[in-house]
């Protein structure tokens, strides 16, 4: 392991060495095993003799800090247990713009599963196609030009545009041409991008109350004035956004998080107001590809004949949320202003999963892999909803929904208290509230992602039991 000693200033070089080291052990930056650079090499590092590094590595080792076999290295032999290391720098440091201050910290990692699993938003990661996924892969590998390792295009993999291009259009009518889709880091990206290149500080912009809360955040940290605006049974009241609204963010195919499909009448509203107000509507269809029943209702994107609106989709729900994927479409101007933020934020996603990805639609595994999962979500929310009429028919109304991989259901009582109990008590679901901003809307909301079938009734049965044992 490369080693980092400051020899500036001190005298007595093999003292420093041997001194820095010992502390490194001591306070666990260096751990039992790890190994010391040969002393040929840490004497050249750092521009002093041999014999001095070669004294000071005696010295630890007749110490037991090191210990050492010819030809085999110098290792670290300490009993200690690693500490954490302190954050370095004072209290009084440099600090953040205060618009930073508003935004609550990330969630902590999903590393535990909970013992029921109705987290939102995550698919059930055990049902990925791991076999094609590395055949692809290897594949890929295999074949790979250099160019393909190096830097890609920010824009995204030339094949991926193609074929993702051709799957929307064929499965949601969605029609674009590849050089007006971007591949970002997740659907999360786009936001950041579309902001930069649209909005400037002290704009408005508009998103759903209640609704998802990264791009309110996300806007408000790059100075732009954000309107929560209602969201009725249609999807959101376009006659309540305000006047001089730049850019409006909606959920139309599944509400987030209500769940609700904004009706074709509410699209139309929502396209002449943005018509005739200029603005840009950004669509986001994060997890379309679930739709149970109905016919689907046509993207706003579609019945867009003004080039207002920007699609956004995600790779996250139909395949893994860690290959952070996923792409916007964007009027071709537009587009290309969107290729230089992405350039300038990250050059561009990773290029492998991309190519697995444009693989994986080209040989239509990806479209059998949708019809699979649809199938299989569709029984979970099956038996979520008769579960939740069954168990808490009396305390919830569930809201209907065609599509997605959640469920709400409102309530005219607050349960933001009774949601964080459940969460302590190993059943992992969502209060409503706590994605409100001035709209209260009571209830709890359901991932059915994540959870297996035989999971949801005792899941159920648990939050009833922990309800009754709190109204006791
Ligand atoms: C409404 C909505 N949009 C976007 C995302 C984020 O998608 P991605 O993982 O592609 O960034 C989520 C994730 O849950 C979501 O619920």
């Not at 993702?164 to 007006?180: E, I, K, M, T």
């Amino acid at each position: 392991m490369d080693l980092h000693l400051d020899l500036s200033g001190s005298r007595g070089h093999r003292d420093e060495i041997y001194r820095q080291i010992r502390a490194a052990v001591l306070d666990g930056r260096l751990r039992d095993g790890d190994v010391l650079p040969p002393t040929r090499e840490l004497a050249h590092q750092l521009a002093v003799s041999r014999t001095t590094v070669t004294a000071a590595y005696e010295r630890l080792t007749a110490e037991g800090f090191l210990t050492g076999r010819v030809g085999a290295g110098t290792y670290v032999r300490s009993g200690a247990a690693p500490r954490p290391v302190e954050p370095s720098g004072s209290a009084e440091g440099v600090q953040p713009r205060p618009e930073w201050t508003a935004v609550p910290a990330p969630p902590p990692p999903f590393t535990d599963p909970p013992e029921f699993d109705f987290r939102a938003g995550v698919p059930d990661v055990r049902l990925f196609p791991f076999d094609t996924w590395r055949r692809l892969t290897a594949q890929i590998l295999r074949s790979s030009q250099a160019e393909r390792l190096t830097y890609g295009e920010p824009q995204g993999d030339p094949r991926l545009r193609e074929e993702l291009a051709r799957h929307l259009a064929v499965s949601r009518n969605v029609r674009v041409s590849p050089d007006q889709l971007v591949i970002s880091s997740g659907a999360q990206q786009t936001i950041d991008l579309i902001a930069r290149v649209l909005l400037r500080p002290g704009d408005l912009a508009a998103v759903e109350d209640p609704g998802y809360p990264p791009p309110r955040l996300l806007l408000g940290t790059l100075g732009v004035r954000v309107a929560p605006v209602p969201v009725d049974d249609d999807g959101i009241v376009v006659d309540a956004i305000p006047p001089h609204t730049r850019l409006v963010y909606v959920t139309p195919s599944h509400q987030y998080p209500l769940g609700v499909a904004m009706s074709p009448s509410r699209r139309r509203a929502l396209l002449d107001w943005a018509e005739d107000s200029g603005a840009v509507v950004v669509e986001d269809d994060y997890d379309t590809e679930f739709r149970y029943s109905g016919r689907p209702l046509e993207p706003l994107h579609s019945l867009d004949s003004h080039g207002r609106v920007i699609y956004v989709g995600s790779f996250s729900k139909v395949l893994l949320p860690a290959l952070r994927l996923g792409y916007l479409a964007a009027p071709p101007a537009l587009a290309q202003a969107i290729v230089k933020a992405k350039y300038l934020a990250d050059w561009h996603s990773p290029t492998i999963e991309q190519a697995v990805i444009a693989e994986y639609l080209a040989e239509g595994g990806f479209a059998r892999h949708v019809r699979r999962m649809r199938g299989i979500y569709r029984a979970r929310h099956d038996l979520l909803l008769d579960g939740l009429r069954a168990e808490f028919g009396d305390l919830l109304e569930p809201v209907p929904a065609a599509a997605g991989l959640h469920l709400s259901a409102s309530s005219d009582v607050d349960l933001r208290g009774f949601a964080r109990r459940a969460v302590s008590a190993g059943v992992r679901l969502y209060s409503l509230a706590d994605f409100s901003v001035a709209a209260r809307r009571h209830g709890l909301l359901f991932g059915y992602g994540a959870i297996a079938d035989d999971r949801i009734g005792p899941g159920l049965a648990r939050l009833r039991g922990l309800f009754d044992d709190l109204a006791a």
